[in-house]
C-alpha cells in the first residue's frame, strides 16, 4: 500500500491569507486527487492531479481558489487561497494504487480560517 | 447520475452487538466500483474493501463483512460482535470508471458503547 504523508497536519489561519498544502508519496502515481471534507460532511472532490498537465477541477472548484501543482510523480500541492472561515475543513490527497485496486488517502490537513 | 446514499446518518449500538451499516448506489455504468471506508475520530481514512461490479461473492474478513446485492443496487457492511474500537464514521463510496473520482455517500457514524 502506498504511504502518504500531508503537511501541514492543522493549522489555523486568518482570513484572506492563503495555505499551501504538501502531499508526499513514497511511490510514484500517476493522479492524485485533493478531496475537500466540510465540517460533519462528506468528502467532495476538488481536482484531479496529472504528473506534466494541469490539474482537472470539478464543479464548484475554480484554479484561482485552489491552484494546484503536480511537479513530479510522488508530489503534489493544493493552496487555498483568499481564505475565509467557509474554507475550514479537512482537506485530504489521495492517490490510486498501481493495480487500481485500491485509492489511499493521506491523513489530512486540518484547516480552521478565523 | 451516479449517487450513495447512506441513509442511517448515526447508529448506537452496545458492544458485542452486530450491526449493519446499509449503502445503495446509482449508476448508469455496468462497470464500477465500491468501496467502504472507515473515518476514526483521528480523521484519517481507512481503505476497507473494493468490490467491481462483476463479483457479486460476499466477502468476510474477520468480524467484517459485506453483502453486494447488484439487484437492490445494495452494498451493506456488517461488523460482527461490535467493539469499542470500531466507533467511527464509515463511508460508502462509487467509482464508475477507472482511475475516477470517488463518489461517497453521506457517512454513517457509528457509535459502540461499552
Known amino acids: 500500500s502506498a504511504v502518504i504523508s500531508q503537511k501541514p497536519s492543522r493549522d489555523i489561519c486568518q482570513r484572506g491569507t492563503s495555505l499551501t498544502i504538501q502531499c508526499q508519496v513514497d511511490?510514484?502515481?500517476?493522479?492524485m486527487f485533493w478531496y475537500r471534507q466540510q465540517p460533519g460532511q462528506s468528502l467532495t472532490l476538488i481536482a484531479t492531479?496529472?504528473?506534466?498537465?494541469?490539474?482537472?477541477?470539478e464543479s464548484g472548484f475554480v484554479i484561482d481558489k485552489f491552484p494546484i501543482s503536480r511537479p513530479n510523480l510522488t508530489f503534489s500541492t493544493l493552496t487555498v487561497s483568499n481564505m475565509s472561515p467557509e474554507d475550514s475543513s479537512i482537506y485530504l490527497c489521495?492517490?490510486?494504487?498501481?493495480?487500481?485496486?485500491?485509492?489511499?488517502f493521506g491523513p489530512g490537513t486540518r484547516l480552521t480560517v478565523l | 447520475a451516479q449517487k450513495v446514499t447512506q441513509a442511517q446518518t448515526e447508529i448506537s449500538v452496545v458492544e458485542k452487538e452486530d450491526v449493519t451499516l446499509d449503502c445503495v448506489y446509482e449508476?448508469?455504468?455496468?462497470?464500477?466500483?465500491l468501496f467502504w471506508y472507515k473515518q476514526p475520530p483521528s480523521g484519517e481514512l481507512v481503505f476497507l474493501i473494493r468490490?467491481?461490479?462483476?463479483?457479486?461473492q460476499n466477502e468476510i474478513s474477520g468480524r467484517y463483512s459485506w453483502n453486494f446485492q447488484k439487484s437492490t443496487s445494495s452494498f451493506n457492511f456488517t461488523i460482527t460482535a461490535s467493539q469499542v474500537v470500531d466507533s467511527a464514521v464509515y463511508f460508502c463510496?462509487?467509482?464508475?470508471?477507472?482511475?475516477?473520482?470517488?463518489?461517497f455517500g453521506q457517512g454513517t457514524e457509528l457509535s459502540v458503547k461499552p
Open positions: 489521495s492517490v490510486e494504487s498501481e493495480a487500481g485496486t485500491e485509492q489511499f
Open positions: 511511490s510514484q502515481v500517476t493522479m
Open positions: 492531479a496529472n504528473q506534466g498537465s494541469e490539474a482537472t477541477y
Open positions: 449508476t448508469r455504468d455496468t462497470t464500477y466500483y
Open positions: 468490490r467491481n461490479s462483476f463479483d457479486e
Open positions: 463510496a462509487l467509482i464508475y470508471n477507472q482511475g475516477g473520482k470517488l463518489i
